[in-house]
């Protein structure tokens, strides 16, 4: 199937409805890192196409086109949206592993299924978030209304690409804004089709640019003061950077960072779903993760037996072809990726921890990489305190709940934690005093579009997903009338 897909043309700039060259002639070649083949040209929006987006934008937000539409039309369109996206679902998967290395069928199943959801839920938001009337002195009406932020630019990763994008998209137009949309340079296919797709529901002009490049693109539109709020997704220390670059126009940022997530297994624990659990935690995507479960604390009276089932589950996950139905695990997504993870099995080695499983490439061909498992691991290890974002996961042992808490915590980041436990008091008192963003129980990455999510401390701020996921694109007005 991925031999007679068509590649969507990526030459080309989305900008105020028309698909545009870059103003100074730039473009790179896109690779399939499963192949280590160069797919297509993709063109590098720069600083004078970020301003066209911007000023085509707030063409879009003033004509009466976007403006004057009732918010349920808004949500029709984006329903409409989640359909299309639905009947090319195969299509889209395919590209999305073609372009990221990740196995077709959790493409298919996981991203392009998420993607049409969050266009569909957020479909369903733009007419239910609502102002409110105060109690204020009977001689004033006073209320407030939730309007539009305005300029949107929306910087996302290549770790989930479609799925990225419409929990960014989809949510904010539902709320009325216009966004300008940047994939990550590793990942512009999917980012592309949709942008033709919402040019086929007719979003009127302007509503929607798609600029494709890399992080000079990004920080073009951070600088830009025809943008009104930033939504990035990526990495801590680019959320860091953007955050900076918000102060001087202060723009609202929200930023979904790192993580170094604790995956903690009681002595009460069911086994054999804790094995499953954090395997698929740490191993899904090959690692590319955010919330991937990559600190795993174990009861030293489970230890071994703990140990001996999830390396022999580890075993059995065999890299290969994200085309190929026995994979397990596809490919990194790109020789960075590679040198990173690769560079870290060789700290971890010489920190002193034990390389238990895996540490090594997983094909000749791609940027494949064996799902790694590091014992003796201590919290000071940096294995243990930075993110991998790869198929790599440092166990420990741990004696008191006081103490695996303390561990779990003493780290920059707060996205998840998980843990395993038919203790319902000890659940429920853990869960509290873990700082995360979201607590996982008997469960490991089960994120829904209904939730909120988002991190504590170096993960970020602010929430997506659910409600506040709306209310993130929006500005609050007081409106006061004396009667
Ligand atoms: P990762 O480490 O996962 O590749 P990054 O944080 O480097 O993630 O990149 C995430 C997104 O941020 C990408 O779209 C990338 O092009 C963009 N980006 C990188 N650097 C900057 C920057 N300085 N300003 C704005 N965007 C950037
Ligand atoms: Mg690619």
Request: charged residues 20%; aromatic residues 8%; proline residues 4%.
């Amino acid at each position: 199937m991925e031999n007679d897909i068509a590649l969507p043309d990526c030459t080309r700039l989305f900008i105020g409805g028309h698909w545009e060259e870059p103003a100074v002639a730039a473009s790179y070649t896109n690779e399939n890192p499963a192949l280590r083949k160069g797919l297509c040209e993709v063109a590098i929006a720069g600083e004078k196409d970020v301003d066209r987006a911007v000023k085509a934008a707030h063409a879009g937000l003033a004509s009466k086109e976007w403006a004057g539409l009732p918010a349920a039309d808004r949500g029709r369109l984006l329903w409409k949206v989640g359909q299309i996206i639905r009947e090319r679902a195969k299509e889209l998967a395919t590209l999305e592993s073609l372009d990221t290395g990740k196995l077709y069928v959790e493409a298919l199943y996981g991203d392009i299924e998420n993607a049409a959801g969050a266009f569909e839920y957020y479909g369903g938001w733009s007419n239910k978030i609502t102002g409110q009337v105060l109690p204020v002195p009977p001689r004033f009406l006073d209320y407030t209304r939730r309007e539009a932020v305005g300029v949107v630019g929306a910087i996302i990763p290549w770790n989930f690409p479609l799925m990225m994008a419409a929990m960014k998209i989809a949510p904010a137009l539902a709320m009325g804004n216009a966004v300008i949309l940047k994939p990550a340079e590793q990942t512009p296919l999917t980012a592309v089709v949709l942008a033709r797709i919402l040019e086929e529901v007719g979003l009127p002009k302007g509503i929607l640019s798609v600029l494709t490049g890399f992080g000079d693109t990004g920080k073009a539109m951070v600088a830009h003061p025809g943008i009104d709020n930033i939504t990035f997704t990526g990495s801590t220390a680019v959320g860091k950077a953007i955050m900076r670059g918000c102060a001087d126009t202060l723009k609202r940022v929200s930023l979904e960072l790192g993580g170094k997530s604790p995956n903690i297994v009681f002595e009460d624990a069911d086994i054999k779903r804790a094995v499953r659990g954090v395997t698929t935690g740490i191993y899904y995507n090959q690692g590319q993760m955010c919330t991937a479960g990559s600190r795993v604390l174990v009861h030293e009276s489970i230890h071994n037996q703990f140990m001996d089932a999830f390396l022999a589950a580890v075993k059995e996950i065999e890299t290969g072809s994200p085309f190929d139905k026995t994979s397990r695990m596809g490919s990194l997504v790109s020789k960075e990726q590679f040198d990173r993870v690769s560079s870290y099995v060789e700290l971890g080695q010489k920190e002193g921890a034990t390389l238990a499983l895996g540490g090594t490439p997983g094909g000749s061909e791609g940027y494949f990489f064996r799902p790694t498992v590091f014992t003796d691991v201590q919290p000071h290890h940096r294995i243990a305190q930075e993110e991998i974002f790869g198929p790599v996961v440092a166990t420990s042992t741990f004696k008191t709940e006081e103490e695996v808490l303390a561990v779990a915590n003493n780290v920059s980041y707060g996205l998840a934690a998980g843990m395993w436990t038919n203790d319902l008091a000890r659940a429920h008192r853990m869960a509290h005093a873990l700082k995360a963003g979201t607590v996982w129980v008997n469960t490991y990455n089960a994120m829904w579009r209904e939730s909120p999510f988002g991190g504590y401390k170096q993960s970020g701020h602010g929430r997506e997903g659910g409600q506040d996921g709306a209310e993130l694109y929006t500005e609050v007005k007081n409106i006061c009338i004396s009667i």
